[in-house]
């Protein structure tokens, strides 16, 4: 089935015959859904710590970076921005000139009070030779809209999300990108210094790059630090072959193989490369104003506090296991393994074996919120490849539809994962994990997409906080709604949260 130059292509790429293989071959078989056992709630597999337990978690966190740990903020930043103006583009296309729809009546009655409407003022001026409100005066709004989505404007319609202006300040407004620098100096700097990794695509790093020597030396004297900033790309052996309906290669008009990136799984990658005790992971566009950032920060360390008390006990009883312990002390480990970071032994033989096997693994706390109906995952008690049942993020892709009793569990399930995480990623004796090893293969899935007009498969690689951290230690704790901020569309950006 595979071609010389297919053979060619794949090595370019660093991809193996046999990753292409077992890729065709799942096409073929699909993936299995996942066996649950119950949706996470408070006090079933979610922590709602009390003001004092805060307090300690806080002290904890500022405890453990003040002895010298390496810490870094880890921001996947590499999606485009496009679909947050799908109803500007769709306005531009219209057959019609004038906001008629709720959503573009509210962009337009608003308009000022966008970030971004200074420079789309001033290239309005340039390219059409008036301002907003002179074009909005004349009815000319679509040459508003197509200004600040259309390359000879400000392109906000190919940019990635991290280099849109999303707030105002009097010093000017700032992007994503800048308020996650800032988030990073206030939580996550230790020994001075405040390390921040941004993942973005390839034809946006130089962008990247230009605009953090730009802004991050302001800030480096505003918080009285040093920043280490670093990038990288999603790696080109993290891509997946596109297949036909019929599972066959999906190939290019000149024959080639059609590949796509594995989606935010292939990440795991990425991560593993970084150098550090502890990362945290947040999405680029969940960023507030300084004026709401206090909530953000003191529940970032406190998820942080929760994850290196929980490491210590972790560590301490590895150790314990290396000496020889005795059967009371493997009673009390197992108590931890079960209560304090949720495993639940099913058929398994307890043993210092198995307690070894749970505890010397990644580790990771998750903030979760309450659900208010927004699209993702979900926090769930799932059974493992291994027969014991422990915490999951879960994607609705990942669970089967016609099984009423899980669709129950994900539509009525209290809480919600806004990609809030803080990963411990050593292990006892101070040696890195290798990630990749504990990503659980079977948690893919497969999409329809099209290309050219025609239909094709493609494959996402377990994402990077579902599958492919299933085999981590994972904790969740219950933080505030007003943790949570994501702007899906240009609009979100006019919501009280982002003003």
């Given at each position: 089935?595979?071609?010389?130059?297919?053979?060619?292509?794949?090595?370019?790429?660093?991809?193996?015959?046999?990753?292409?293989?077992?890729?065709?071959?799942?096409?073929?078989?699909?993936?299995?859904?996942?066996?649950?056992?119950?949706?996470?709630?408070v006090g079933n597999g979610i922590i709602a710590p009390s003001e004092a337990e805060r307090k300690q978690y806080v002290e904890a966190w500022q405890q453990y970076k003040a002895e010298g740990k390496k810490v870094v903020k880890f921001v996947p930043a590499s999606g485009a921005a496009?679909?947050?103006?799908?109803?500007?583009?769709?306005?531009?296309?219209?057959?019609?000139?004038?906001?008629?729809?709720?959503?573009?009546?509210?962009?337009?009655?608003?308009?000022?009070?966008?970030?971004?409407?200074?420079?789309?003022?001033?290239?309005?001026?340039?390219?059409?030779?008036?301002?907003?409100?002179?074009?909005?005066?004349?009815?000319?709004?679509?040459?508003?809209?197509?200004?600040?989505?259309?390359?000879?404007?400000?392109?906000?319609?190919?940019?990635?999300?991290?280099?849109?202006?999303?707030?105002?300040?009097?010093?000017?407004?700032?992007?994503?990108?800048?308020?996650?620098?800032?988030?990073?100096?206030?939580?996550?700097?230790?020994?001075?210094?405040?390390?921040?990794?941004?993942?973005?695509?390839?034809?946006?790093?130089e962008f990247f790059k230009a605009k953090v020597a730009e802004k991050a030396d302001g800030f480096a004297r505003k918080y009285g630090i040093k920043y280490d900033i670093s990038f990288s790309e999603q790696k080109p052996s993290t891509d997946t072959v596109a297949a036909n309906p019929?599972?066959?290669?999906?190939?290019?008009?000149?024959?080639?193989?059609?590949?796509?990136?594995?989606?935010?799984?292939?990440?795991?990658?990425?991560?593993?490369?970084?150098?550090?005790?502890?990362?945290?992971?947040?999405?680029?566009?969940?960023?507030?104003?300084?004026?709401?950032?206090?909530?953000?920060?003191?529940?970032?360390?406190?998820?942080?506090?929760?994850?290196?008390?929980?490491?210590?006990?972790?560590?301490?009883?590895?150790?314990?296991?290396?000496?020889?312990?005795?059967?009371?002390?493997?009673?009390?480990?197992?108590?931890?393994?079960e209560n304090c970071l949720c495993v639940r032994p099913k058929q398994q033989k307890v043993d210092a074996a198995y307690l070894r096997r749970k505890l010397n693994r990644p580790m990771r706390v998750c903030g979760v919120v309450k659900n208010v109906g927004e699209p993702g995952g979900?926090?769930?008690?799932?059974?493992?490849?291994?027969?014991?049942?422990?915490?999951?993020?879960?994607?609705?892709?990942?669970?089967?539809?016609?099984?009423?009793?899980?669709?129950?569990?994900?539509?009525?399930?209290?809480?919600?994962?806004?990609?809030?995480?803080?990963?411990?990623?050593?292990?006892?004796?101070?040696?890195?994990?290798?990630?990749?090893?504990?990503?659980?293969?079977?948690?893919?899935?497969?999409?329809?997409?099209?290309?050219?007009?025609?239909?094709?498969?493609?494959?996402?690689?377990?994402?990077?906080?579902?599958?492919?951290?299933?085999?981590?230690?994972?904790?969740?704790?219950?933080?505030?709604?007003?943790?949570?901020?994501?702007?899906?569309?240009?609009?979100?950006?006019?919501?009280?949260?982002?003003?």
């Open positions: 089935m595979l071609t010389q130059q297919d053979l060619k292509q794949i090595a370019q790429r660093g991809i193996s015959e046999e990753q292409i293989e077992t890729q065709l071959n799942e096409f073929k078989t699909g993936f299995p859904f996942l066996k649950l056992e119950a949706a996470a709630a496009s679909r947050m103006f799908k109803n500007m583009f769709a306005f531009v296309d219209a057959d019609y000139d004038v906001p008629t729809t709720d959503f573009e009546k509210k962009y337009f009655a608003d308009i000022e009070k966008f970030a971004f409407y200074d420079a789309l003022d001033a290239v309005c001026r340039k390219n059409e030779g008036k301002g907003i409100k002179e074009l909005i005066a004349a009815g000319q709004y679509k040459a508003v809209a197509a200004n600040m989505l259309k390359k000879e404007g400000l392109n906000y319609g190919q940019l990635p999300k991290g280099m849109l202006l999303f707030h105002k300040y009097e010093e000017g407004p700032r992007t994503p990108m800048e308020e996650h620098l800032v988030e990073g100096a206030l939580y996550a700097a230790s020994n001075g210094e405040a390390h921040v990794h941004f993942t973005v695509s390839h034809e946006h790093i019929d599972n066959t290669p999906f190939r290019e008009a000149d024959g080639s193989l059609l590949f796509r990136p594995g989606g935010h799984g292939a990440l795991i990658q990425n991560l593993n490369d970084i150098e550090a005790d502890v990362i945290f992971i947040k999405n680029i566009d969940n960023v507030v104003p300084d004026r709401l950032k206090p909530e953000t920060v003191e529940w970032k360390q406190v998820i942080a506090g929760v994850l290196v008390t929980l490491q210590q006990k972790a560590f301490a009883y590895l150790r314990l296991l290396d000496a020889g312990a005795t059967d009371a002390q493997l009673k009390e480990i197992a108590d931890f393994v979900g926090p769930f008690l799932t059974y493992n490849q291994d027969g014991t049942v422990s915490l999951q993020i879960l994607e609705s892709s990942q669970i089967d539809t016609h099984n009423e009793a899980y669709m129950k569990m994900f539509t009525q399930g209290t809480h919600f994962n806004p990609v809030d995480l803080v990963c411990a990623v050593r292990d006892y004796k101070g040696q890195p994990f290798d990630l990749p090893s504990f990503v659980d293969k079977t948690t893919g899935f497969i999409s329809s997409k099209s290309k050219g007009g025609k239909e094709l498969k493609a494959l996402e690689l377990p994402g990077l906080w579902n599958g492919a951290m299933s085999d981590w230690s994972t904790v969740f704790v219950e933080v505030p709604l007003g943790t949570f901020n994501p702007v899906k569309t240009v609009n979100d950006l006019l919501r009280e949260q982002h003003q």
